[in-house]
């Protein structure tokens, strides 16, 4: 059974930092490409950033290009995203997916499995 389980999530200030991990489990991943999806009251899910668990470098959404860094850690099989400079508009519950698409999906169509999300709240 695949799991993916989200931690990190927490309050901060504007500016601030904050470290998201995503411990997978349940089959290899090696021909996966991982991702951070968020959600913001009231919106539809938005793509944020996803990197292929094997070789190639992170990809991003503008609006966090430059502010959020997306790593994996293939021996401890966890994925993370590391968030500075947060904004009051980077308030969302953040979500880890897994895709078997090739080349580089952002859509949340393309993703296989989820975890269950976690909350970042960035204050004024």
């Known amino acids: 059974q695949v799991r993916l389980v989200e931690s990190g999530g927490g309050l901060v200030q504007t500016g601030g930092s904050l470290r998201l991990s995503c411990a997978a489990s349940?089959?290899?991943?090696?021909?996966?490409?991982m991702a951070w999806f968020r959600q913001a009251p009231g919106k539809e899910r938005e793509f944020v950033a996803l990197?292929?668990?094997?070789?190639?470098?992170?990809h991003y959404a503008d609006s966090v290009k430059g502010r959020f860094t997306i790593s994996r850690d293939i021996a401890k099989n966890t994925l993370f995203l590391q968030m500075n400079s947060l904004k009051p508009e980077d308030t969302a519950v953040y979500y880890c997916?897994?895709?078997?698409?090739?080349?580089?999906?952002?859509?949340?169509?393309?993703?296989?499995?989820w975890g269950q999300g976690t909350q970042v709240t960035v204050s004024s």
């Open positions: 997916a897994a895709s078997n698409s090739g080349g580089l999906p952002v859509g949340d169509h393309d993703y296989d499995y």
């Open positions: 349940g089959r290899t991943f090696s021909n996966y490409a």
């Open positions: 990197i292929r668990w094997i070789g190639g470098s992170g």
